[in-house]
């Protein structure tokens, strides 16, 4: 026996300098994207003892100089399988998504209803944070479509 001790192997690291073949969100057509819906959908399906809740997480009720406009953060929890006792006792969620959203901002629909977007949105996040997008990108159809939305505007 030897008393030599094996050299290990190396670790082949990937090379980070190549360019990513990954499509951007504004090159991905949107039916490549799922909705916030059918992630609720699966959710349920899947966690028929689940909970999903959600919170306003902070407003910021802007100045006159910016319209006085709120801004609203809404968190989203997700437990696979609680009941009530457990959310109430703050068990932590198996994951949770943030969004936000400007009252007056964005399309037509986010700009009339900033606080319910954000918490469609963070629902959407925090079921992807769960592994609940399917195959789709992590995005949702929602959120990539205000995105685009927002680009356009500023550029025109």
């Known amino acids: 026996m030897s008393d030599a001790t094996p050299t290990p192997e190396p ?4 090379d980070r300098s190549a360019p990513t073949k990954a499509k951007r969100a504004d090159e991905t057509p949107l039916d490549d994207y799922e909705t916030v819906a059918t992630r609720v959908s699966r959710f349920w399906r899947s966690h028929s003892k689940g909970r999903i809740l959600t919170e306003i997480h902070e407003t910021t009720h802007r100045t ?11 968190k989203a929890s997700v437990w696979k399988d609680k ?18 959203e400007t009252d007056g901002s964005g399309d037509a629909i986010t700009a009339a209803s900033a606080l319910e977007t954000a918490e469609t949105s963070a629902v959407g996040r925090a079921l992807a944070n769960l592994g609940k997008n399917g195959h789709s990108p992590r995005p949702t159809r929602e959120g990539v479509e205000r995105t685009r939305a927002k680009v356009a505007d500023a550029a025109a």
């Not at 006159?64 to 809404?74: E, F, K, T, Y």
């Not at 457990?86 to 936000?100: E, I, R, S, Y």
Request: avoid cysteine.
């Open 83 to 100: 009941t009530a006792t457990d959310v109430v006792n703050v068990h932590l969620p198996d994951a949770t998504g943030f969004a936000t």
């Open 11 to 14: 670790i082949a690291f990937p």
């Open 64 to 74: 006159a100089a910016n319209s006085g406009l709120m801004r609203w953060v809404v």
